[in-house]
């Protein structure tokens, strides 16, 4: 019988400006308008901003024992300089309310949104990013004090890698491939991950840690050079940059071939998922895996695993298999201290409402929630410690 610890996390997570909606001094409400963009805009998401005890209500009641959420930096500091406290307490109301339904929050500070302010100086790469990133950090400490796990800054490499999309695409060499991550952009959120893991730690007990999108890349035989360097710059130095950390955030959706000429594109399959992604549930236990290697044994918590697709039913068998293979590399002793799905909700994926990776579906027009037969199934392997995954 496949057993996961008792105090292992079983939970969902969101993303503050995926769900919340109208988060009109955020860098992203600008790229939504951006003339040209093919983008759909985000507009009142699905209104977490006002519904979330009812959304931590629907995890809770189907069994979870976690919700990890973010803050929206724009909210906290509109202007530059100008803290709300008003916002900073809503955010504790949200820690509160996880608390009270039984839900351990893990709270990430930064989630691809930048306040506009900050992105009009040039965003990570201004003079005074870095000051201003830990001063907003040392002001959202004050309720923190009592949460456990901290996320700083979420998958840094996938910024890196926005950061130079742009210029890749202007470039006119865009071939279905993803650009690189941009390592010296990386080696700014490195600095950023430490300064904020020093404020959080100055002022609560947290666990701190950063999430890493990993690509469970696999090289094709003599393609083991080539490898090594992309598997550098994609993740590695990110992961490495978490040694010594409390925890390091495995995020894991498929896996990628690596050969001699770079990453291999998902071939076209029936299969693929609504994001085109292969359908590739073994992927965590890869991630994992890796994540335990390169880091040399820091604590992991998947903190994102999921599938965009619109039959729930599929939703359910990849999450069966990505958790079997998440139980194996327990079994051969990787520290993992919970499973955090992506997403609770269908949501915004960042200019599309088309992918869904929710448990949970919303009507955009009433809000109205509609819980999938997937969230009941993850409760029961949540309140069953695994056990129900063996039932088919
Ligand atoms: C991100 C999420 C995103 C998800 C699915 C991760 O890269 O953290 O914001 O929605 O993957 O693409």
Known sequence: MRKFPDEFLWGAAT???????GNVLSDWWRIERMPGAPLERSGDAVDHYHRYAEDMGLLA?????????????????????EFSRAELL???????????????????????????????????????SLDAFARYVAFVSEILVDVEWVCTINEPNIAALMAGAAEHAMGGEFDGTLPTPDLAFGEILAVAHARARTEVKARTQAKVGWTVAQQALVPVPGAEEKFAELSWAWEDFYLQTARGDDFIGTQSYTSQTVSEKGIVP???????????????????GIAVRRAHEVTQGT??????????????????????TALTHLADAIADGIDVRGYLHWSALDNYEWGHWGPTFGLIA???????????????????????????????
Not at 369 to 377: E, N
């Open 15 to 21: 993303s503050a400006y995926q769900v919340e909606g």
């Open 61 to 81: 009641g189907a069994g979870l024992s976690a919700y990890r959420f973010s803050i929206e930096w724009a909210r906290l500091e509109p202007d530059e300089g």
């Open 90 to 128: 809503h955010y504790r109301r949200m820690i509160d309310t996880a608390l009270t339904l039984g839900l351990t929050p893990v709270v990430t500070l930064h989630h691809f949104t930048l306040p506009a302010w900050l992105a009009a100086q040039g965003g990570w790469r201004a003079p005074g």
């Open 266 to 284: 998902h071939p076209a399959h029936p299969d693929n998922t609504l994001t085109g992604w292969a359908y590739r549930p073994d992927a965590l």
């Open 299 to 320: 604590p992991i918590l998947v903190t994102e695993n999921g599938i965009a697709i619109a039959d729930d039913t599929r939703r359910i068998a990849y999450t069966r």
């Open 362 to 392: 919303v009507d955009r027009t009433t809000f109205e929630r509609q819980p999938k037969p997937s969230l009941a199934w993850l409760g029961d392997v949540a309140r069953t410690a695994g056990a129900s995954l063996e039932v088919a």
